[in-house]
């Protein structure tokens, strides 16, 4: 009998220890993979002509993925130019005759220079002078009066300039170049439908390096820092899968515990989000579950 209860004792034990090594066993927290996702947008309006895209390309950046139909914008453009051409040629006239005025006033400021220098060797009079400076003034109100003529007309001309660069603008924006690095994940449109500013063309997302948002405890707290290596577990179909992971964020305030959240104590009511930066071998997906586990030695340090 005492045999048995010996047994029965010892097994008790065994238990207990097997107890103890599964709650030690625990993750240090638990969350999903996140990505910066990215709509690209129409910034033009008209038919879509080329979108040469589909869901799961690797797209890089500054790489060309399709245009918008830019006829409209070309006849604009133009049409602009034939008016700027026939507004320049009635301009010609008052252009030439500020040339020309601008021409008597370089001669008067030279035969002004040289009264002035007859004048300090006394070979010069004061009335040489004064006329010289009213021929002078007499040319600038001229010019000034054929400039205020011509206003209107240039102005004009800078209006055109500035519908031009608009148009320019546009045409330019027509073309959809892909802004980053990544991959697609939504396709919003196809060839031929017709877009219109800020419509949705298409999601896309940089899948090499994933974003794990887990929570810790605030006891968990002091054995984790921005930089730290921590491993980060998914599951596989034998046994989970291990990655390097690099914290990259904490949150500096607390939070309430997410619904779907376990920490290490079972459900705290509070718990700091941490981000961790896990590279992807391609089998990481967004929205995928996963744990970590801070590394003994990394936190001891």
């Given at each position: 009998?005492?045999?048995?209860?010996?047994?029965?004792?010892?097994?008790?034990?065994?238990?207990?220890?097997?107890?103890?090594?599964?709650?030690?066993?625990?993750?240090?927290?638990?969350?999903?993979?996140?990505?910066?996702?990215?709509?690209?947008?129409?910034?033009?309006?008209?038919?879509?002509?080329?979108?040469?895209?589909?869901?799961?390309?690797?797209?890089?950046?500054?790489?060309?993925?399709?245009?918008?139909?830019?006829?409209?914008?070309?006849?604009?453009?133009?049409?602009?130019?034939?008016?700027?051409?026939?507004?320049?040629?009635?301009?010609?006239?008052?252009?030439?005759?500020?040339?020309?005025?601008?021409?008597?006033?370089?001669?008067?400021?030279?035969?002004?220079?040289?009264?002035?220098?007859?004048?300090?060797?006394?070979?010069?009079?004061?009335?040489?002078?004064?006329?010289?400076?009213?021929?002078?003034?007499?040319?600038?109100?001229?010019?000034?009066?054929?400039?205020?003529?011509?206003?209107?007309?240039?102005?004009?001309?800078?209006?055109?300039?500035?519908?031009?660069?608009?148009?320019?603008?546009?045409?330019?924006?027509?073309?959809?170049?892909?802004?980053?690095?990544?991959?697609?994940?939504?396709?919003?449109?196809?060839?031929?439908?017709?877009?219109?500013?800020?419509?949705?063309?298409?999601?896309?997302?940089?899948?090499?390096?994933?974003?794990?948002?887990?929570?810790?405890?605030?006891?968990?707290?002091?054995?984790?820092?921005?930089?730290?290596?921590?491993?980060?577990?998914?599951?596989?179909?034998?046994?989970?899968?291990?990655?390097?992971?690099?914290?990259?964020?904490?949150?500096?305030?607390?939070?309430?515990?997410?619904?779907?959240?376990?920490?290490?104590?079972?459900?705290?009511?509070?718990?700091?989000?941490?981000?961790?930066?896990?590279?992807?071998?391609?089998?990481?997906?967004?929205?995928?579950p996963a744990e970590i586990w801070i590394n003994s030695v990394s936190s001891?340090?």
């Open positions: 009998m005492k045999k048995h209860q010996y047994i029965l004792g010892v097994s008790i034990m065994v238990l207990s220890l097997f107890s103890c090594g599964e709650d030690n066993g625990k993750a240090d927290g638990y969350g999903n993979f996140e990505a910066t996702e990215i709509t690209i947008s129409a910034e033009n309006n008209g038919k879509l002509i080329q979108f040469s895209i589909e869901e799961g390309d690797q797209l890089t950046k500054d790489q060309f993925v399709g245009f918008i139909d830019t006829i409209s914008l070309s006849l604009k453009r133009e049409q602009l130019i034939v008016s700027k051409s026939v507004i320049s040629s009635k301009s010609k006239g008052v252009l030439s005759q500020i040339s020309v005025l601008n021409s008597k006033l370089k001669t008067a400021r030279i035969n002004k220079t040289r009264v002035e220098n007859l004048i300090k060797d006394n070979a010069g009079t004061q009335k040489q002078l004064d006329d010289v400076s009213g021929e002078i003034d007499v040319i600038k109100s001229q010019i000034r009066s054929v400039e205020i003529q011509n206003a209107p007309v240039v102005n004009e001309l800078k209006s055109i300039d500035v519908q031009l660069k608009q148009i320019d603008d546009q045409i330019k924006k027509s073309k959809i170049i892909n802004p980053v690095n990544g991959t697609v994940l939504t396709k919003y449109a196809e060839p031929n439908e017709i877009t219109a500013f800020g419509k949705p063309l298409y999601k896309i997302a940089d899948l090499s390096t994933m974003e794990l948002r887990v929570y810790i405890s605030e006891t968990q707290l002091a054995h984790i820092k921005i930089g730290q290596k921590v491993t980060v577990k998914i599951d596989a179909s034998e046994d989970m899968k291990s990655f390097e992971g690099t914290v990259s964020w904490i949150a500096s305030e607390a939070e309430f515990t997410p619904k779907i959240i376990q920490t290490k104590e079972e459900r705290v009511a509070l718990v700091y989000a941490v981000k961790v930066d896990v590279v992807n071998d391609g089998s990481l997906k967004i929205g995928m001891s340090q």
